[in-house]
């Protein structure tokens, strides 16, 4: 253990530091490694979100009536009215709820025909 710590404690001799070797005065030097983690982040994670967000939107505006879809919840409806904020909702027969527009998340395929 005692010697494991005095090995630890000899720091090699560091050599003369020249002026042609300096390193650039203050944080200067880690400013360049952070705007590239930076600009990672942001191409890997802020960037598709905010373009799936932006397709959420466009298939919220285009819903109509007599379209299926799903709830936040996990319900599942027919649109039946929809206006600007709100859609009327039949979630079974005779059973009509009114839901935010915010709440669609997602559109339910129509099924094909089988053969």
Do not use: H, W
């Amino acid at each position: 253990m005692n010697n494991c710590v005095m090995l630890c404690d000899a720091a090699p001799a560091a050599p003369a530091a020249s002026t042609a070797n300096a390193q650039p005065a203050g944080g200067m030097g880690m400013m360049v490694p952070m705007l590239l983690i930076l600009a990672i982040f942001y191409f890997m994670m802020i960037r598709p979100q905010q373009r799936k967000e932006r397709e959420r939107r466009k298939m919220i505006e285009e819903l109509r009536a007599g379209a299926k879809i799903i709830f936040a919840g996990g319900l599942m409806g027919t649109i039946q009215e929809a206006t600007e904020k709100t859609f009327k909702v039949e979630i079974c027969p005779g059973t009509t709820v009114e839901i935010a527009r915010s709440c669609v998340s997602g559109v339910v395929p129509a099924e094909e025909p089988k053969k």
